[in-house]
C-alpha cells in the first residue's frame, strides 16, 4: 500500500496521560499537514511541515501539542495531559510541492486518521 | 476570520434524484478542491477548480467555480447509493502562501435512498 499511514487508528486514554500517534506520509511527499476533525466539521488545520522544517502550526495547537517530522519522512503528533476536549479524529495528510499528477496543484492525500478518545 | 460555509448540511434524496451542494468563502480563493469522505472513511479528493467560472465534469459530477472566486458548487446527477458520503470543499488558507494549507467546509452529507 503506497497510501499515507496512520497509527494507531484508535486510542482510548484517561485525562492527564500523554499520547502520540504516527504519520507515515506517501514516499516521495514533501509536504505533510496535520488536521483535527470533530464530528459533523470539516478537517481543521493544525500544523504544517516541509521536509523536516515545521513552517506553521495553528493558533488553534495548545502548547501540549507538539510535532515532529525527523529527516522529512515520518511525523509524530504528541499530546500532552490529554483533556476530554482533545477527543477527536486526527488526521494526516501529504502533498506533493507543485504541480500533482492529476495536473492539480497541493492536492492531498489523507490517511485514515487516528480516533482519540479521552475518558 | 476567513470562513468557508457550506449549504445544506444534510441532504436525503431518493436514487435517481439530483443533490447539489454550494459552498462560500468570506474571500477570494485562488483556487478550490472538493473531497469526499465516506462514512468511516477519510477525505479523498476529487477535484480542483483555479480559473473564474471554470466548470469540470466528472461523470455525473459537475463542479463550478463562481466568476468573483468566492464560492462553488458540486452537482451530482440521478444519484446512486455508492454517491453516499460527507463533500467538503476546500480552499488555501489565506496565510497560506502557497504551502497548501486548506481550510475546509462543515460538509454536506449526502443520504441516498434506494
Known amino acids: 500500500d503506497t497510501g499515507v499511514s496512520q497509527n494507531p487508528r484508535h486510542k482510548i486514554t484517561k485525562r492527564g496521560q500523554n499520547v502520540t500517534f504516527r504519520c507515515d506520509p506517501i514516499?516521495?511527499?514533501?509536504?505533510l499537514y496535520w488536521y483535527r476533525q470533530t464530528l459533523g466539521q470539516g478537517p481543521e488545520f493544525l500544523t504544517y511541515?516541509?521536509?523536516?522544517?515545521?513552517?506553521?502550526k495553528s493558533r488553534l495547537l495548545s502548547d501540549r501539542f507538539s510535532a515532529e517530522r525527523p529527516k522529512g519522512s515520518f511525523s509524530t503528533l504528541e499530546i500532552q495531559r490529554t483533556e476530554q476536549g482533545d477527543s477527536a479524529m486526527y488526521l494526516c495528510a501529504s502533498s506533493l510541492a507543485g504541480r500533482g499528477l492529476a495536473g492539480s496543484y497541493n492536492e492531498q492525500f489523507f490517511g485514515p486518521g487516528t480516533r482519540l478518545t479521552v475518558l | 476570520g476567513q470562513q468557508v460555509m457550506q449549504i445544506p448540511q444534510y441532504q436525503h434524496v431518493q436514487e435517481g434524484e439530483d443533490f447539489t451542494t454550494y459552498c462560500n468563502s468570506s474571500?477570494?480563493?485562488?483556487?478550490i478542491q472538493w473531497y469526499k469522505q465516506r462514512p468511516g472513511g477519510h477525505p479523498v479528493f476529487l477535484i480542483q477548480?483555479?480559473?473564474?467560472?471554470e466548470v469540470k465534469k466528472q461523470k455525473r459530477l459537475t463542479f463550478q467555480f463562481g466568476e468573483a472566486k468566492k464560492n462553488s458548487s458540486l452537482h451530482i446527477t440521478a444519484t446512486q447509493t455508492t454517491d453516499v458520503g460527507t463533500y467538503f470543499c476546500a480552499g488555501p488558507m489565506r496565510s497560506s502562501s502557497n504551502t497548501g494549507k486548506l481550510i475546509f467546509g462543515q460538509g454536506t452529507t449526502l443520504q441516498v435512498k434506494p
Open positions: 477548480l483555479v480559473k473564474s467560472g
Open positions: 474571500t477570494t480563493l485562488s483556487n
Open positions: 514516499s516521495e511527499h514533501n509536504r
Open positions: 511541515f516541509q521536509n523536516e522544517a515545521q513552517l506553521e
